[in-house]
């Protein structure tokens, strides 16, 4: 049975910086596609980036390149999403999600193509 869980959101200032993590079991590390995506209230839920655990490629939402790197341990079978320069509109409850034996590409923002979703954290920024 596929899990996921998220952790590491929290309150911070305008400027500074997170480190969410996504704790996976119930499925091989190997092709999958893993992604985060956030929902701030009353919006829709939203792509913020992806990254393909059978290598290395990766791709962001254009309101977060440069500022949030996704990123994986194999060992751990894990994926964290690296947020600095973190600004107000980057506030609410960001999510893991996954699909299992499949590529990323065009996937980015796609809600419906991911099965497997955590429960979600919480970031909220303030200036």
């Known amino acids: 049975q596929v899990h996921l869980v998220d952790s590491g959101g929290d309150s911070v200032q305008v400027g500074g910086s997170l480190r969410l993590s996504c704790r996976t079991s119930g499925f091989a590390w190997g092709l999958n596609c893993m992604a985060w995506f956030r929902q701030a209230p009353g919006n829709r839920r939203e792509g913020v980036a992806t990254i393909f655990t059978g290598g290395s490629g990766t791709e962001y939402a254009d309101s977060v390149k440069g500022r949030f790197t996704i990123s994986q341990d194999v060992a751990k079978k894990m994926v964290f999403l690296q947020m600095d320069d973190l600004r107000p509109e980057d506030s609410g409850m960001y999510f893991c999600?996954?699909?299992?034996?499949?590529?990323?590409?065009?996937?980015?923002?796609?809600?419906?193509?991911?099965?497997?979703w955590g429960q979600g954290t919480q970031v909220t920024v303030s200036s």
């Open positions: 999600a996954a699909v299992t034996g499949g590529y990323c590409h065009g996937k980015l923002g796609v809600v419906s193509d991911f099965p497997y």
